[in-house]
């Protein structure tokens, strides 16, 4: 046998697929509709009626848009319930777009500080290329957003509410990227020719300035102080006057991130383990990005056990897997592509990890789960896509797919068993940056 292909070879392909049942319908099928048209499954649509057996009560859907946000979202909106709750304000929403701004220029400084660690590195380095690649993009983790918050509060969306690039970040990204690995080059060239770290350093601050500059152009300036004026759901105004963000937080917002402790599911990990990423820390004091591996019974326990006190859930999941994203779905029953195929396309978590085929792509909250005999069937999702898909803007998960394919969920410790919360207090063992769960 050769290595390359032949005649002979193709001939037989070409004879196996004559033989194969049906071959030109399912083609044909395939070819007007496209693959995930022709597989879908229309007996799954029986599984999804919105109900569940456990809410938590919520307001109207959110809407990232055209961004790279939901981490921030999805901690946002698992935050507002308590506002809500405490000032009669069903529908109260927090400023997304507030957040964003530092989180794009805290990244911004965090990149210029590994570009000045990394600039003795060789140009084909893995770590430098990897970081390079990596620049200033608006997404993030749980840990981000909960150290983001402790550093600069939070404030109403009326105080700063979005903009068209804020909901559209795609040509921010690509010139603010273009800038700082631009500056990035400059600070090689400065190592090379004998600058010391602090005249490096002084570089970076010069271009942290322009940094600014371009985020205030693209959100608008982030308030200092304001006053924070309402109407409760029974008509009643109210009036808080000379608030800084950080000051409004700490009046309303009753939570400390560091009650909180983020379960993973990674069969391609080692289990009952603490691991931490830090290349997704972008801020040098607060909450780190770490995890504590455990199996998915024990992830959906601590979840069912906190959405039964009333609070939703933040989760990290590969939200484009088996999706119907019109009707709000998530079910591994959707479509049989393997079936379409004749191809045996089953694989579990373990492997599409290994292979990169799966990844934590997009995180909600969980606001619901339906239990039938004390075993979840199915799960209510908020999602930040807006009213148009699902219910409102409400998806519905099985709990098939809630097992291949949620990667974390973050819960509060009191709903974690003591192993989880021992594991948490154990040194972390490091990730690679290029690492499954990064």
């Not at 496209?34 to 859907?61: R, Y």
């Not at 995890?291 to 859930?313: C, D, F, H, T, W």
């Not at 999706?323 to 195929?341: A, I």
Request: net charge negative.
């Amino acid at each position: 046998m050769t290595k390359d292909l032949t005649n002979a070879d193709l001939e037989n392909f070409q004879s196996a697929y004559e033989k194969t049942p049906c071959a030109d319908v399912i083609a044909r099928a395939v070819q007007e509709n496209g693959v995930t048209a022709a597989s879908k499954n229309f007996a799954a649509k029986a599984n999804h009626d919105h109900v569940f057996s456990v809410e938590v009560e919520t307001g109207k859907i959110t809407n990232q848009k055209k961004s790279g946000r939901c981490w921030l979202f999805s901690t946002l909106n698992t935050l507002r319930q308590q506002v809500a709750k405490d000032l009669k304000v069903k529908d109260f929403k927090f400023s997304q777009n507030y957040d964003s701004f530092y989180d794009r220029l805290e990244k911004a400084n965090m990149f210029y500080e590994k570009m000045i660690r990394l600039a003795e590195r060789d140009d084909d380095d893995r770590e430098y290329l990897f970081e390079l690649d990596w620049g200033d993009e608006d997404g993030g983790q749980f840990a981000n957003a909960a150290t983001l918050i402790n550093k600069y509060g939070l404030v109403p969306k009326s105080v700063m509410p979005e903009t068209f690039v804020s909901e559209n970040t795609s040509e921010l990204n690509d010139v603010l990227n273009l800038k700082i690995k631009k500056d990035a080059l400059e600070i090689r060239k400065m190592k090379k020719a004998g600058k010391t770290e602090e005249e490096m350093r002084a570089f970076k601050l010069e271009k942290m300035k322009e940094v600014y500059r371009m985020l205030v152009y693209a959100f608008g300036k982030p308030p200092v102080k304001f006053d924070f004026e309402y109407r409760d759901d029974d008509n009643q105004y109210h009036i808080d006057r000379n608030l800084t963000p950080k000051e409004f937080f700490d009046k309303y917002v009753h939570v400390d991130f560091s009650d909180y402790i983020d379960l993973t599911n990674a069969p391609d990990h080692e289990m009952y383990k603490h691991y931490s990423l830090s290349n997704q820390d972008y801020l040098f004091e607060g909450e780190h990005v770490t995890y504590v591996n455990v199996p998915i019974e024990e992830l959906k326990a601590a979840v069912i056990a906190q959405l039964k006190s009333g609070r939703a859930v933040w989760f990290g999941c590969d939200v484009s897997k088996d999706m119907d994203r019109e009707n709000g779905v998530l079910d591994t029953d959707l479509f049989k592509k393997g079936e379409l195929f004749d191809i045996d396309l089953n694989l579990d978590k373990a492997g599409r990890l290994a292979t990169r085929v799966g990844e934590c792509s997009h995180a909600m909250a969980i606001t619901g789960v339906d239990l039938v005999d004390d075993k979840p069937v199915k799960w209510k999702v908020e999602n930040s896509w807006g009213e148009k898909n699902g219910n409102k803007g409400y998806f519905i998960m099985t709990d098939a797919w809630f097992d291949a394919y949620v990667y974390q969920a973050v819960v509060l410790k009191q709903f974690a068993t003591d192993r989880q919360k021992e594991i948490a207090q154990t040194k972390p063992e490091p990730l690679k940056p290029w690492d499954s769960l990064g």
